[in-house]
Each structure stands twice: as C-alpha cells, then as structure tokens.
C-alpha cells in the first residue's frame, strides 16, 4: 500500500506490521485513497496526472502541509541519490560480488553472514538474513 507524508508529501511503500512514519520529518503516514492507485499494484499511482492531482487537490490543502518542508526533501532526496550512486561504486570497489544492497540505506557494501554459526551464538535479528550492511549494520 502506498502512504504519503501531510507534511513534506514523501510517498513511501508500507506493509502491514511497518511502522508507518516518515523517514524525513517523523510525522505519522496515511494511505493514498484507493481512486489514485492502480487496481493491479497499489503501491504505484495510476497515472502521473494523478499523482499531480493528488499532489494539489490533497496534499497541498492539508492545514499541515509545508512547501518549505517539501522543497528540502527534495533536495534530500537528490543528496541521497547522488550519495547512493557513490556507495555503490564503493561497493564494488569493495568487491561486492553477489550485485545487493542494503534495503534501507541502499549501502552496496556488504558482507555475507556465516550461515555456519550455531543457532545458541546467532542474533535473533540474524535469523534467515543473508547479509550485513557495514554502513547501518542492517540484516537482510
């Protein structure tokens, strides 16, 4: 299900038991109304005229929303891109040879998990987990 800030208007997809909260300003999400959302994949807006309309008719009349707010995730967003394509030239520099990344923090530097550890001296946080992210010290 797709999920939109009042606030900034970022756009994110939930699942059920994820915590529904902005990444960027830590203000509660609410699902974008079904009319918006393709009836085949309802974490996709039908169409980008939609999704501007959306944007204008919803977001932009809400009593929280902040254009400043909204102006600075973008640039956010941009920074994290630019950020992103970094660590993954790093990550293959690093030698990530099995081509993932972090789920999280999109990090490419990873390291496979010993799947050889006995289960009394593994993390519950490790259980069924690949590998490791060395930037946010994530399992996935």
């Keep these: 299900m797709l999920y939109y800030c009042k606030r900034c208007g970022d756009f994110k997809q939930r699942y059920d038991g994820q915590e529904k909260k902005c990444y960027y300003c830590d203000r509660e999400l609410y699902p974008v109304p079904e009319e918006y959302l393709d009836e085949d994949e309802d974490d996709m807006f039908k169409t980008e005229e939609l999704k501007q309309e959306f944007i204008e008719k919803v977001l932009k009349t809400s009593p929280e929303f902040d254009q400043e707010e909204m102006d600075k995730l973008e640039e956010y967003q941009k920074r994290v891109a630019r950020d992103n394509s970094y660590a993954e030239y790093e990550g293959w520099a690093m ?6 990344h972090c789920p999280y923090c999109n990090c490419t530097i990873v390291t496979r998990v010993n799947g050889n550890q ?3 001296f593994t993390k519950a946080s490790q259980v069924g987990k690949q590998f490791q992210c060395w930037k946010c010290k994530a399992y996935f």
């Excluded at 030698?95 to 993932?100: A, E, F, K, P, T």
């Design 95 to 100: 030698g990530n040879q099995w081509g993932v």
């Design 118 to 120: 006995s289960a009394w």
